[in-house]
């Protein structure tokens, strides 16, 4: 019996050279698009795809497959315009600053920077990140570096795709990387809320 591509191979680590070699969530979504074998295909958002390839790596291979395949068709289309793209940067900026930091922070014993975080407006522009990222200092340089490290770039206006990574790696931190996948989720749909 011949099983199709996407059931043959399980999700893997890091980039593949061929499909043979094997697939990451993004290789997969650009073979389901009928792309050319890459990790960065033309139909997905640039912003989802660098946060799904964080996510990739830095989940464990029993959950990798279980989480993030079902999310491959659904970011196939995923490429809008810029305004889009920016929604879904500044809500990961803001899951990184008011989800997944405080998280951090309240495991740290630093329950009154955690607060402080999670009371912010929802970030929406580089003010508010370098705002979040003056929290993060005051709270302590090694505390919820990932996160930190993200704001700062987002502040300085650096491009999501830069720095999108970190917000994925601020939930591993933080251990919610369930938390993670849903955020995924909520970007590819556009909800804001924080999740209760």
């Known amino acids: 019996m011949h099983l199709p591509l996407h059931r043959r191979f399980p999700l893997g680590r890091g980039a593949h050279t061929t499909r ?9 979504v650009a073979w389901l698009a009928g792309e050319p074998h890459t990790d960065e295909p033309r139909c997905a958002c640039p ?13 464990p291979d ?8 079902p ?19 500044w809500l990961l900026a803001d899951r990184a600053a008011r989800l997944f930091a405080p998280r951090s922070l309240v495991a740290a014993g630093r329950r009154d920077h ?11 522009e580089p003010g508010h990140a ?3 990222a003056r929290i993060l200092d005051n709270a302590g340089a090694s505390l919820a570096r990932a996160a930190r490290w993200s704001l700062g770039f987002a502040a300085a206006g650096w491009p999501a795709t830069a720095w999108v990574p970190g917000v994925a790696r601020a939930a591993r931190d933080a251990g919610a ?12 749909v556009g909800q804001s809320a924080l999740p209760a």
């Open 71 to 89: 999310f491959a068709p659904r970011l196939v289309g995923t490429r809008g315009d810029l305004a889009v793209t920016e929604i879904r940067a």
């Open 114 to 124: 955690a607060d402080a975080l999670r009371s912010m407006p929802p970030l929406d």
């Open 47 to 59: 912003v989802l795809t660098a946060y799904v390839r964080a996510l990739n790596d830095l989940l």
């Open 177 to 188: 990387l369930l938390l993670a996948v849903q955020t995924l989720d909520d970007a590819i």
């Open 62 to 69: 029993a959950m990798r497959d279980r989480l993030l395949r």
């Open 130 to 132: 370098l705002e979040a």
């Open 20 to 28: 043979d070699d094997g697939l990451c969530a993004m290789e997969l």
